[in-house]
């Protein structure tokens, strides 16, 4: 193992295994423990790796109605509605976008009628101008991370 390649290698392993130990690490890429413990410090220190964290199944619990909203926003209102969406407990991910609209969220709902519930609630905000929501049939990927290419 060259060290050029390491932090790449650490990352696909904690892809692979995100609870594995600073040990199986070390052993797995064949180096010490303290230099996977320095490199993973390092990739923290740097948010390259920001947190640990459970991939859940919504599905799972009851949350099975995933809501892609498209949204148009008045000029300067666009910082703050995206900080009210992200407030929102069950929008899973907010973006910026260019093109015919100015954000897109995606949410996770009990059912339809919860998505409904936060529909109105955003159809009444003045901030926003237009929107367009659309309920995902069958997620073919969803939460999918990628190994890193490693030279």
């Known amino acids: 193992m ?5 932090d790449a290698e650490l990352i696909n392993a904690l892809l692979g295994d995100g609870r594995a130990s600073l040990r199986s690490l070390a052993e ?8 996977v413990s320095n490199h993973l410090s390092d990739l923290e220190d740097e948010g390259v790796i920001r947190d ?9 619990l009851g949350y099975d109605v995933t809501a892609i909203l498209q949204l148009k926003v008045e000029g300067g209102a666009l910082p703050d509605l995206t900080d009210r969406l992200r407030a929102h407990k069950q929008m899973v ?3 910026e976008v260019t093109g015919d609209y100015d954000v897109i969220a995606v949410g996770k709902f009990t059912d339809t009628d919860d998505m409904n519930t936060l529909i109105k609630e ?6 926003i101008n237009e ?8 997620a073919a990927v969803e939460n999918q991370q990628f190994q890193l290419d490693v030279a």
């Open 2 to 6: 060259t060290y050029e390649n390491l």
């Open 122 to 127: 955003l159809l009444g905000d003045a901030d």
């Open 131 to 138: 929107s367009a929501t659309s309920v995902v049939l069958d």
């Open 93 to 95: 991910s907010v973006y």
């Open 28 to 35: 797995e890429l064949d180096v010490s423990v303290t230099t």
């Open 52 to 60: 640990y964290a459970p991939i859940v199944d919504y599905d799972k």
